[in-house]
């Protein structure tokens, strides 16, 4: 189990630049969500995936943003024209989910370890 | 919509004793899933203990075990026994069931472990 892992660890970036972020989930999970987290908050939800279709978009997520899961494996985050209130802690976690829609308290979302992203 | 609240943004505890975080929420549902992370400094999130809204009986997990009080919407995390390693920051979370799994989070409770 070499568990959810993110790349890359840490992104600079300058205002107005586009930046995309990869997540490899652990290989047998069907389900992907993408959490963003600010200093001194909790993660939020932003969007997840089920194999490879996107189920659900919270409205954090603004027209910039746009996550793609293309084969039910590994998954992207792109943020164009980055603002400075982008700056945040990019969290994925997946799961394995028995049933097509909701969930059950053994499906445990295992998180990577995020993209730090910091916009000038 | 749902919020989770957590009233202690940090806590500390003496090694081998005991701690109590608290956790309160509000929701409409009468179904759902409670949960509590663990976020330790630098490393990835994982879960330390969950909890369906349907069990009176509260979980426990070695040390760790809960206090849920449905009707008060209370939902707190003992620490027995504490150790250096369970210093963290700590997230109560949410989910309803029948939906999308997405988790609602705390704002954190940051833990410190002193000798």
């Known amino acids: 189990d070499t568990g959810v892992s993110q790349d890359p660890r840490h992104k600079i970036t300058k205002r107005g630049q586009n930046v995309t972020f990869r997540c490899d989930p652990i290989?047998?999970?069907?389900?992907l969500y993408w959490y963003r987290q600010t200093l001194g908050q909790g993660p939020e939800f932003l969007t997840y995936?089920?194999?490879?279709?996107?189920?659900?978009k919270s409205r954090l997520l603004s027209d910039r943003f746009s996550a793609e899961r293309p084969k039910g494996s590994f998954s992207t985050l792109e943020i164009q024209r980055t603002e400075q209130g982008d700056s945040a802690m990019y969290l994925c976690?997946?799961?394995?989910?028995?049933?097509?829609?909701?969930?059950?308290?053994?499906?445990?979302?295992?998180f990577g370890p995020g993209t730090r992203l910091l916009v000038l | 919509a749902q919020t989770v609240t957590q009233s202690q943004p940090e806590m500390s505890v003496q090694e081998a004793e005991t701690v109590t975080l608290s956790c309160t929420y509000d929701t409409s549902e009468s179904d759902y899933y409670l949960f509590w992370y663990k976020q330790p400094p630098s490393r990835q999130m994982i879960l330390v203990i969950r909890?369906?809204?349907?069990?009176?009986q509260n979980a426990t997990e070695n040390r760790f075990s809960v206090n849920f009080q449905k009707a008060a919407k209370s939902f707190s995390l003992k620490i027995s026994d504490s150790q250096l390693g369970d210093a963290a920051m700590y997230f109560c979370?949410?989910?309803?069931?029948?939906?999308?799994?997405?988790?609602?989070f705390g704002t954190g409770t940051r833990l410190q472990v002193t000798l």
């Open positions: 290989s047998e999970h069907n389900r």
């Open positions: 995936f089920q194999n490879e279709a996107q189920l659900e």
């Open positions: 979370a949410y989910r309803i069931t029948g939906t999308a799994s997405k988790l609602t």
């Open positions: 976690a997946s799961s394995l989910a028995l049933g097509t829609l909701g969930g059950t308290a053994q499906e445990t979302q295992y």
């Open positions: 909890q369906e809204a349907y069990k009176q």
